[in-house]
């Protein structure tokens, strides 16, 4: 089951895991998604409903808070929705014997030092890292031993309400608009696909703990990325602006270099991550 499945995570996910021969069922919420069951992350009774009946073997928590900036204005709301509700589904998990799967973030690291390792301490920056740092430690302590906790970050791809960053760039330089990038903040540009096939495998292959799973590049810069969305678009990338962060222009603090290394995944579970090029292909074709 993929709680948030009308996402932009969750609806990769169902697909791939479809693709692979797994039957799944997927939620949705504001975006009603035909063959998704309604169902709001805060309904416990309604979701314990569900897992008694259907019997799940997973559960993949992908709803959350996710509004970097307007966690800094609702701090209460950061920390229900990424920390005290996961850590209660994770509680309904165990109690119906199902494994619990936590999406988690590079912002629980404050990029310092980054890339970071599974192996290197969090220290969050923002409301956002601390609450979804709160949500790593709840699932882990609810969900038992089988719980999964899985950080990405800079995830894009196809998606219908065209929210992340990709479609960010696109906009912007189709309507000839300038566009400033910070050229100082580096970290992984992750492909929906990539996300959703590392996921996958790392359920087949019943791992537990905590996995990164991102794009190739740990350390690529941010306008760099934009750069070169407008290169394979054929947009032009004079447009983009590259800037240092030297003032906050955002709410939250950013992680400077919060890149994640992926090494783990690659070893234990043989997860490659693909170039962005077929998820750009993917997109202009919708």
């Given amino acids: 089951m993929i709680l948030g499945g009308s996402g932009l995570v969750g609806s990769h996910l169902v697909a791939c895991l479809r693709q692979r021969g797994h039957s799944v069922s997927g939620t949705c919420w504001k975006q009603v998604v035909l063959g998704m069951t309604r169902l709001s992350m805060s309904d416990l009774r309604g979701l314990s409903f569900i897992l008694q009946r259907e019997k799940f073997d997973v559960l993949v928590i992908c709803s959350g808070f996710t509004w970097v900036d307007g966690c800094e204005d ?3 709301k950061a920390r229900l929705y990424n920390s005290i509700l996961p850590g209660k589904i994770a509680q309904l998990c165990r109690r119906h014997k199902t494994k619990v799967v936590y999406l988690s973030s590079s912002y629980v690291f404050d990029g310092e030092r980054g890339p970071y390792s599974e192996r290197d301490r969090p220290n969050p920056l923002s409301i956002y890292g601390k609450s979804k740092l709160e949500g790593e430690q709840r699932v882990r302590q609810e969900g038992g031993k089988r ?3 899985i950080r990405t970050m800079g995830v894009v791809g196809y998606e219908p309400r065209e929210k992340n960053f990709l479609y960010t760039v696109i906009r912007n330089l189709q309507k000839k608009k300038v566009l400033v990038v910070p050229d100082d903040q580096r970290g992984n540009l992750t492909c929906a696909t990539d996300l959703a ?8 292959k019943n791992k537990r703990g905590i996995y990164h799973i991102a794009g190739r590049r740990p350390n690529a810069k941010r306008s760099e990325v934009a750069k070169q969305i407008a290169k394979n678009y054929r947009l032009d990338a004079k447009l983009i602006h590259p800037k240092p962060t030297v003032e906050p222009t955002s709410k939250a603090p950013r992680p400077r270099y919060g890149g994640l290394r992926t090494e ?3 070893k234990q579970v043989g997860w490659r991550p693909l170039s962005l090029l077929p998820e750009l292909a993917k997109i202009a074709c919708a």
Wanted: charged share 25%; hydrophobic share 55%; proline share 6%.
């Fill in 147 to 149: 719980a999964l906790i």
């Fill in 197 to 204: 096939q590392g996921i996958c495998l790392l359920l087949e």
């Fill in 264 to 266: 783990k995944a690659r």
């Fill in 74 to 76: 609702k701090p209460a």
